[in-house]
T-cell receptor, first 113, second 114 residues
C-alpha cells in the first residue's frame, strides 16, 4: 500500500552515470555542512562534510560543492552504483547554535540497472 | 570499535502509556543527541548533551518528553502518556564533542503508538 506522509523528491539515474543531489540550506550563518545517506530501516550514515571556508571537497567517488552566495549545497556521486540507492540528507550547523544539526527533507536516489 | 547502539529496535505501545528508549554512544564520545524522524521526513532535533554541561532541550516538543544521561555514557529518552503523533523513529547520535564534529547515528528505535 501507499505510505503516509510527504513524498520525497526522487532522482533516478542509470548505473554508471553521475548523480547530482541538491540542497538549499536556510541559515546564512551556518558554517558546517554534512551529507548523510540513509538506507531503508537504518540510521543516517556520514558521507562527507565541508566547512564554510571551502567551496569544494572531494572524497571517494563523492564531491560536495558549497555556494554560500545562494545558500546551496550539492552532492555529486561518480559512477553511481546500485548500492548508492538510498535517501540522501543534507544537514547544516552553526557554531553559535550549539552542535545540533538542521536537516533538509531528503532526496530519494534510485539507481536503475 | 562498536558504533552507536539503541534499544529496543521496535516498540509498539498503547496511547497513554509511558515508553523509555535507550542509547549507548560510541565510547569516548562526550556529546550525545536525540532526533526524531517521522515517516518520509527529515530529522528533527530533540535534545543534546555535552559533557557535564546543562543539556540543550530546545527541541523537545512538549513536557511529556524528557531525557537523561549518566555521565558520558548511556542516555534514555522517556515519553510519558504517549500520543499517536509520537509515532516515529527516534535516532540517537554521538560525537567527540568538539564544535562541529561529525555526528554518528545509531539504527534508531521505531515507535508505534496505537
Amino acid at each position: 500500500g501507499e505510505s503516509v506522509g510527504l513524498h520525497l523528491p526522487t532522482l533516478s539515474v542509470q548505473e554508471g552515470d553521475n548523480s547530482i543531489i541538491n540542497c538549499a540550506y536556510s541559515n546564512s550563518a551556518s558554517d558546517y555542512f554534512i551529507w548523510y545517506k540513509q538506507e531503508s530501516g537504518k540510521g543516517p550514515q556520514f558521507i562527507i562534510d565541508i566547512r564554510s571556508n571551502m567551496d569544494k571537497r572531494q572524497g571517494q567517488r563523492v564531491t560536495v560543492l558549497l555556494n554560500k552566495t545562494v545558500k546551496h549545497l550539492s552532492l555529486q556521486i561518480a559512477a553511481t552504483q546500485p548500492g548508492d540507492s538510498a535517501v540522501y540528507f543534507c544537514a547544516e550547523n552553526w557554531a553559535g547554535g550549539g552542535n545540533k544539526l538542521t536537516f533538509g527533507t531528503g532526496t530519494q536516489l534510485k539507481v536503475e540497472l | 570499535g562498536a558504533g552507536v547502539s539503541q534499544s529496543p529496535s521496535n516498540k509498539v505501545t498503547e496511547k497513554g502509556k509511558d515508553v523509555e528508549l535507550r542509547c549507548d554512544p560510541i565510547s569516548g564520545h562526550t556529546a550525545l543527541y536525540w532526533y526524531r524522524q517521522r515517516l518520509g521526513q527529515g530529522l528533527e532535533f530533540l535534545i543534546y548533551f555535552q559533557g557535564n554541561s546543562a543539556p540543550d532541550k530546545s527541541g523537545l516538543p512538549s513536557d511529556r518528553f524528557s531525557a537523561e544521561r549518566t555521565g558520558e555514557s548511556v542516555s534514555t529518552l522517556t515519553i510519558q502518556r504517549t500520543q499517536q503523533e509520537d509515532s516515529a523513529v527516534y535516532l540517537c547520535a554521538s560525537s567527540l564533542g568538539l564544535a562541529e564534529e561529525t555526528q554518528y547515528f545509531g539504527p534508531g528505535t521505531r515507535l508505534l503508538v496505537l
